[in-house]
């Protein structure tokens, strides 16, 4: 494969990979969310930590938006057409799934009610 496609493939690659975590939410985390009554309920838990890590799995919506768009531009800017943008963005979405495992821990000790 000629080389001036391995970087826009890796940014594609990021994107796809990163649409992993909002579909696991969309088809499994809302319904444990409003199954549970210590979560959802009526009186569930709508505490400030649970509600702002709640916002980051909202926000792996956007992860694949910037690998997307850099891996557009890597084809006609020789700026975005290198390793370190690639393993930056990797990193960031990194982080964010990271914080949003501890999300979904959070749920499941809640849901489950440990």
């Known amino acids: 494969m000629d080389q001036k496609f391995l970087i826009p493939l890796a940014y594609f690659f990021l ?13 499994f985390g809302e319904h444990i969310i409003q199954g549970s009554p210590r979560v959802g309920g009526p009186d569930g838990l709508y505490e400030a930590g649970y509600i702002g890590l709640r916002a980051i799995g909202f926000l792996a919506w ?11 531009l890597s084809f006609c800017c020789e700026k975005f057409h290198s390793f370190e943008g690639v393993c930056f963005i990797a990193m960031a979405m990194f982080i964010c ?6 999300h979904c821990l959070l749920l499941l000790y809640f849901a489950v009610g440990a």
């Open 15 to 27: 994107a796809f990979c990163g649409l992993g975590i909002p579909l696991a939410h969309w088809g």
């Open 97 to 102: 799934a990271s914080l949003d495992a501890i």
């Open 62 to 72: 956007f992860l694949p938006v910037p690998a997307l768009l850099a891996g557009s």
